[in-house]
T-cell receptor, first 113, second 117 residues
Framework: RKEVEQDPGPFNVPEGATVAFNCTYSNSASQSFFWYRQDCRKEPKLLMSVYSSGNEDGRFTAQLNRASQYISLLIRDSKLSDSATYLCVVNILALEYGNKLVFGAGTILRVKS | NAGVMQNPRHLVRRRGQEARLRCSPM?????VYWYRQLPEEGLKFMVY????????ESGMPKERFSAEFPKEGPSILRIQQVVRGDSAAYFC???????????????FGNGTRLTVT
């Protein structure tokens, strides 16, 4: 089983739609959680952190369910510029190594006019 | 305040040659991570280094790949006797310390695209 699993998509949605991505992780020692965005094979860029209480940043809402080991990202009022690959990222803390970020394979979003 | 700098941006090597990829971390950062992204795949962890130390190399192929982060100068990812399957984007990220959290997430360089012909 992969450490971080995401639906690869693609999700094809019209402008203005609401779309949600899910991610599951297998390691209960995971400490912190992030969503990164990657455009056209460029470097991943931090989109937002994911807090236990859930958090919102403009049109983006992230949720974490530690009991189910599940993370979600909700995008409201989709824009063409939201088209990208969204990477679910889990930080696993190993006592001997410190931190290791494990990336999901990504979910492709295509927003169409 | 420059971010993580990687060079070269693009590197073309023939099979059997050596590839050297460089990563200069953000100012004040002493921890470096290397990731590889094969075509149509996600990022895969390769190695985590601190100055003069390899902390975790669990993602490094057993042969031909090595990494270093000397006291002075950039971190180097070295691939000897490259094969076509090494063609990928190699990303570097840095952090100021051992902890990655919400206040100190990882930021990536713009990557080196290696093409083996």
């Amino acid at each position: 089983r992969k450490e971080v699993e995401q639906d690869p998509g693609p999700f094809n949605v019209p402008e203005g739609a609401t779309v949600a991505f899910n991610c599951t992780y297998s390691n209960s020692a995971s400490q912190s959680f992030f969503w990164y965005r990657q455009d056209c094979r460029k470097e991943p860029k931090l989109l937002m952190s994911v807090y236990s209480s859930g958090n919102e940043d403009g049109r983006f809402t992230a949720q974490l369910n530690r009991a189910s080991q599940y993370i979600s990202l909700l995008i409201r009022d989709s824009k063409l510029s939201d088209s990208a690959t969204y990477l679910c990222v889990v930080n696993i803390l190993a006592l001997e190594y410190g931190n290791k970020l494990v990336f999901g394979a990504g979910t492709i979003l295509r927003v169409k006019s | 305040n420059a971010g993580v700098m990687q060079n070269p941006r693009h590197l073309v090597r023939r099979r059997g040659q050596e590839a050297r990829l460089r990563c200069s971390p953000m100012k004040g950062h002493s921890h470096v991570y290397w990731y590889r992204q094969l075509p149509e795949e996600g990022l895969k962890f390769m190695v985590y280094l601190q100055k003069e130390n390899i902390i975790d190399e669990s993602g490094m192929p057993k042969e031909r790949f090595s990494a270093e982060f000397p006291k002075e100068g950039p971190s180097i990812l070295r691939i000897q006797q490259v094969v076509r399957g090494d063609s990928a984007a190699y990303f570097c990220a840095s952090s100021p310390g051992i902890t990655i959290n919400y206040n100190s997430p990882l930021h990536f360089g713009n990557g080196t695209r290696l093409t083996v012909t």
